[in-house]
């Protein structure tokens, strides 16, 4: 008798393994997540133990940044698509202005941001000024990356990122030019030649310099591309990039998602050959745990409050500061603004630890990085005896 999507739904739940004991003890969906791996930021154990003693942190270790909200592409799965009418830029006077803030604190306190993430928003290589972003950063000792789309990548910009960047992740999902236009929408009809061109640039600039950026390609799954997944990776290989990240698409806690319960066993069929093309060159990152969580009705939050958003905020390219990046561009989780005080003045206002009380984990886009660093501080708070290994 053929299941009905109930039974696949139970099947599935039956499957689920969350960032909890039974997650900690057998770790096979995610021991390849690599530079994704959300117990990353126990390389941060003071502000791990800060945050669990005082349920606070001095600071935030990454800064998400929207350059711009100005966007060349309308992407059938974006989240922030209602950013996009907004053709803000984010000027060179106020993220000047923020470096400065959080050099200044990291001298005075010992420690303080680490990185920054340029991101959108819209596409962040569409404001003018972020080659000297970059450049600020580098100067003051901050780390940075970039997600892009990957069309409108300079000579000079490239250059710049092979020079001095830490990671540049493209988003490229699909291997040919029609499924691209279809699913990204661009501008530019030749954008998928635009994007492929820059990925072999870097990658052979790379190998010449030997210089340590790392250069990625992020693939979310969608009904329309699933049964592209392996083709992609070939050519990602073939491009020389370091990985190939699979992740579902997400949409907002209110919206449905586009990934039901069969096609999520349909596209994990496709992950043991996807993972075949690993080698010492070029990891196939699968981000396996946000199917998971994309059809448990809960989204796998057992947990009473957000714990994650301390670790990172969000800049927008109007200078607003939110308490999280899937929060960006809402009033309700707007913290401040850099036009009018400074990024630690925000991160220590009355305002911003009101947001945090006003969370409501129901309108929380499922799979967040904070969810995934959730789950991991709530079961560390749960151990007992801690004196008694």
Same mark, same amino acid.
């Given at each position: 008798?053929?299941?009905?999507?109930?039974?696949?739904?139970?099947?599935? /739940?039956?499957?689920?393994?969350?960032?909890? %004991?039974?997650?900690? @003890?057998?770790?096979?969906?995610?021991?390849?997540?690599?530079?994704?791996?959300?117990? %990353?930021?126990?390389?941060? /154990?003071?502000?791990?133990?800060? =945050?669990?003693?005082?349920?606070?942190?001095?600071?935030?270790?990454?800064?998400?940044? $929207?350059?711009?909200?100005?966007?060349?592409?309308?992407?059938?799965?974006?989240?922030?698509?209602?950013?996009?009418?907004?053709?803000?830029?984010?000027?060179? @006077?106020?993220?000047?202005?923020?470096?400065?803030?959080?050099?200044?604190?990291?001298?005075?306190?010992?420690?303080?941001?680490?990185?920054?993430?340029?991101?959108?928003?819209?596409?962040?290589?569409?404001?003018?000024?972020?080659?000297?972003?970059?450049?600020?950063?580098?100067?003051?000792?901050?780390? +940075?990356?970039?997600?892009?789309?990957?069309?409108?990548?300079?000579?000079?910009?490239?250059?710049?990122?092979? @020079?001095?960047?830490?990671?540049?992740?493209?988003?490229?999902?699909?291997?040919?030019?029609?499924?691209?236009?279809?699913?990204?929408?661009?501008?530019?009809?030749?954008?998928?030649?635009?994007?492929?061109?820059?990925?072999?640039?870097?990658?052979? /600039?790379?190998?010449?310099?030997?210089?340590?950026?790392?250069?990625?390609?992020?693939?979310?799954?969608?009904?329309?591309?699933?049964? $592209?997944?392996?083709?992609?990776?070939?050519?990602?290989?073939?491009?020389?990039?370091?990985?190939?990240?699979?992740?579902?698409?997400?949409?907002?806690?209110? @919206?449905?998602?586009?990934?039901? +319960?069969?096609?999520?066993?349909?596209?994990?069929?496709?992950?043991?050959?996807?993972?075949? +093309?690993?080698?010492?060159?070029?990891?196939?990152?699968?981000?396996?745990? %946000?199917?998971?969580?994309?059809?448990?009705?809960?989204?796998?939050?057992?947990?009473?409050?957000?714990?994650?958003?301390?670790?990172?905020?969000?800049?927008?390219?109007?200078?607003?500061?939110?308490?999280?990046?899937?929060?960006?561009?809402?009033? %309700?989780?707007?913290?401040?603004? =850099?036009?009018?005080?400074?990024?630690?003045?925000?991160?220590?206002?009355?305002?911003?630890?009101?947001?945090? $009380?006003?969370?409501?984990?129901?309108?929380?886009?499922?799979?967040?990085?904070?969810?995934?660093?959730?789950?991991?501080?709530?079961?560390?708070?749960?151990?007992?005896?801690?004196?008694?290994?």
């Amino acid at each position: 008798m053929k299941p009905t999507e109930n039974d696949l739904f139970e099947n599935q /739940k039956q499957n689920v393994k969350p960032l909890t %004991k039974d997650y900690l @003890e057998d770790r096979e969906q995610t021991k390849n997540l690599k530079q994704f791996d959300p117990f %990353k930021f126990f390389f941060y /154990k003071d502000q791990v133990t800060e =945050l669990l003693n005082t349920g606070g942190l001095s600071s935030p270790i990454t800064l998400d940044v $929207d350059p711009t909200n100005v966007c060349n592409q309308n992407c059938c799965w974006c989240s922030f698509d209602y950013l996009h009418r907004q053709k803000d830029k984010l000027s060179r @006077e106020v993220l000047s202005k923020l470096i400065v803030d959080i050099s200044e604190h990291k001298k005075k306190n010992g420690w303080g941001v680490q990185s920054v993430i340029f991101t959108g928003g819209g596409e962040p290589t569409l404001n003018p000024h972020l080659e000297d972003f970059m450049r600020q950063c580098s100067i003051a000792g901050i780390k +940075y990356g970039l997600y892009t789309n990957g069309t409108n990548i300079s000579e000079s910009l490239a250059d710049t990122m092979l @020079e001095s960047g830490s990671f540049v992740r493209f988003s490229l999902e699909a291997s040919n030019k029609e499924l691209y236009n279809f699913l990204h929408k661009p501008v530019d009809q030749n954008a998928f030649d635009k994007v492929t061109n820059t990925i072999q640039y870097l990658t052979k /600039k790379k190998k010449e310099t030997g210089c340590g950026l790392t250069i990625g390609i992020s693939f979310l799954v969608h009904p329309e591309n699933y049964l $592209d997944i392996v083709e992609s990776v070939k050519r990602a290989k073939d491009f020389g990039a370091n990985y190939f990240q699979v992740k579902p698409v997400i949409k907002k806690a209110y @919206e449905k998602q586009d990934l039901d +319960y069969q096609l999520v066993e349909c596209v994990k069929d496709k992950y043991d050959e996807a993972r075949s +093309y690993t080698d010492k060159d070029f990891d196939v990152i699968i981000v396996e745990q %946000k199917l998971d969580d994309i059809v448990d009705k809960n989204y796998g939050r057992n947990y009473p409050e957000c714990l994650g958003h301390y670790f990172s905020s969000t800049i927008t390219a109007d200078g607003n500061v939110f308490i999280c990046t899937e929060h960006r561009g809402i009033d %309700k989780y707007k913290i401040g603004n =850099l036009n009018d005080q400074g990024f630690y003045d925000i991160w220590n206002s009355e305002r911003r630890r009101f947001v945090i $009380d006003s969370i409501d984990l129901n309108e929380c886009q499922p799979g967040c990085k904070g969810h995934f660093r959730t789950l991991i501080l709530e079961h560390i708070k749960a151990i007992k005896h801690v004196d008694f290994i």
